[in-house]
């Protein structure tokens, strides 16, 4: 550490050579093209948490949908997966022309499991919801109230079939208005020990499997029907085992992530720039990868909901620059593991939204995911790194060519990296000496480069500079363009300390990248 004129303490920064090694010959993990994705919540502006309460108008029952940002955040994956759901779509009634019930709000009552009412979903607002999807070009994906005719034990094991009376009306009335949906994923966060109330995994495999013939009977006569998708929890080795064995009825397995602990942990950072915390959720991608290929299941697994820091994040951090360091780490870490959808916990919302719950205007992160839409494609490949143990490397095949794109993190703040693409002895790739095995380039090539760091270097920044300039909305709200530099193929990737890099290079065309 050394101090400047004024007295204020500077990291001197030192530079490091590493190395990217990307195995060629076949992909680990393969994606969805829309791999990216993200979610919108129910919790009214009631909901607090630590004191505070981050949701203001962010629920789908209240969400501004005639705003300009909101629609082009939208727009620009082209198109995004959402998935509408969350705590209280447990305790969500729909209302139907036939439903008997009032449709009432939801209303704070700590006397309550998850602290509120029943509420009611208005046929009038899924109206206008569906207007604006339609707009937006998203993929709905909608979590159906799971509990429904359900008892609730003093142990919190819930019992009893689940009643699909009111689901089943609420799905013909969606078809009959030819709203078009991607998935109905059945309840949140009961599988497992539960968040609140847990439901066995023998029972959920009969819910599941009559959700699965409301969707066969009520989409009959329609070609493209939507998949069904379930548990929606938190991932546990037996439960899972026993669901998915016994079940065929689901297209999707869905998990949910929050391994950075609370909100209101004031060590959130540290655990996002500890290489060795990342690295503790590979276990839940790799064991149920390993459920789902032994069990000779033909779904997926998606990640359903993943907000890293549960009870809404932690302002400062969720919704700043240090959080793309542990986004895009669980973006490349779950694509490896066959995780073929990632949803992220919100869209709007809370504090950890890819967009400001207050402004719209798009949080770093938004524009980490939109970078990764952008630039990785479906095959993941083989990655490691040699040098610090602070730089994270991810490789995939490009989307938008034959080449590649390279995604490497450095959560160092005082080390510059310089690093050079070698390619191992199963690799084939244009350009590559046969001698060595690394990259020969051509003077005339240049690949692209996106690098982002954080406005003057605060990881608390909410601003997010692209190859140095600030990321932000122009005053009609279009999404700004993200434009690479081009740099000389010959000189070795330079990733600078607290930084994110993308790197596509288009003349690398590899045998892993022609498989598909």
Not at 106 to 119: P, Q
Not at 291 to 311: L, M, P
Not at 363 to 388: C, V
Request: proline share 4%.
């Amino acid at each position: 550490m050394s101090s400047n004129k004024n007295g204020a303490m500077e990291n001197v920064v030192k530079e490091e050579a590493g190395a990217v090694f990307i195995d060629g010959k076949s992909f680990i993990g393969e994606i969805d093209n829309d791999f990216i994705c993200a979610t919108l919540d129910w919790w009214p502006p009631t909901k607090c948490d630590y004191g505070t309460c981050p949701w203001g108008h962010a629920s789908l029952l209240n969400l501004d949908l005639s705003n300009t940002v909101l629609l082009n955040a939208i727009r620009a994956f082209s198109p995004l997966k959402i998935r509408l759901g969350g705590t209280l779509q447990d305790k969500l009634v729909y209302g139907t022309p036939d439903s008997k019930q009032d449709c009432v709000q939801f209303r704070n009552d700590s006397s309550l499991m998850f602290g509120f009412t029943e509420g009611c979903l208005p046929m009038s607002r899924w109206d206008e919801l569906n207007d604006f999807f339609q707009k937006s070009g998203a993929k709905i994906i909608f979590g159906l109230n799971a509990l429904a005719g359900k008892t609730v034990r003093r142990d919190a094991l819930t019992v009893g079939d689940w009643d699909s009376t009111n689901a089943e009306s609420f799905i013909r009335y969606t078809v009959k208005k030819n709203y078009t949906i991607h998935g109905w994923e059945l309840g949140n966060e009961l599988c497992g020990s539960g968040v609140g109330t847990r439901v066995s995994a023998d029972q959920y495999v009969l819910d599941t499997s009559k959700l699965r013939n409301i969707v066969e009977n009520v989409y009959e006569s329609v070609q493209q029907k939507p998949l069904v998708i379930a548990p929606g929890g938190f991932y546990d080795k037996d439960w899972f085992t026993t669901f998915i064995a016994k079940s065929s009825a689901a297209d999707v397995i869905t998990h949910h992530i929050y391994n950075l602990g609370p909100g209101v942990d004031e060590h959130l950072v540290e655990k996002i720039l500890n290489p060795a915390y990342l690295d503790g959720e590979a276990g839940t991608f790799r064991g149920l990868q390993s459920i789902i290929r032994n069990s000779g299941t033909k779904a997926n697994s998606w990640v359903g909901e993943s907000g890293g820091a549960y009870n809404s994040g932690r302002k400062g951090v969720s919704n700043a620059f240090v959080y793309s360091f542990w986004y895009l780490d669980q973006l490349g870490m779950s694509a490896a593991y066959d995780t073929t959808t990632y949803c992220r916990q919100t869209l709007i919302g809370g504090n950890y939204g890819l967009l400001d719950t207050t402004t719209f205007e798009p949080n770093p992160d938004y524009y980490s995911a939109l970078l990764w839409h952008k630039l990785m494609g479906k095959n993941a490949l083989n990655t490691s790194f040699s040098g610090t143990k602070k730089i994270r490397a991810y490789t995939h095949c490009a989307k938008q060519s034959k080449g590649i794109t390279i995604l490497l993190i450095n959560l160092d703040n005082s080390t510059t990296v310089q690093a050079k693409v070698v390619f191992n002895k199963t690799g084939q790739a244009n350009h590559v000496s046969r001698k060595t095995k690394t990259i020969r380039f051509y003077n005339e090539i240049t690949r692209e480069e996106y690098h982002l760091t954080a406005q003057n270097g605060d990881l608390h920044s909410q601003t997010m500079l692209l190859n140095g300039k600030a990321l932000s909305t122009s005053s009609s709200g279009d999404i700004p363009p993200l434009m690479p530099i081009h740099v000389n193929s010959t000189e070795p990737i330079t990733v600078a300390p607290s930084s994110i890099v993308f790197v596509h290079m288009p003349y690398v065309v590899l045998p892993a990248c022609s498989q598909n």
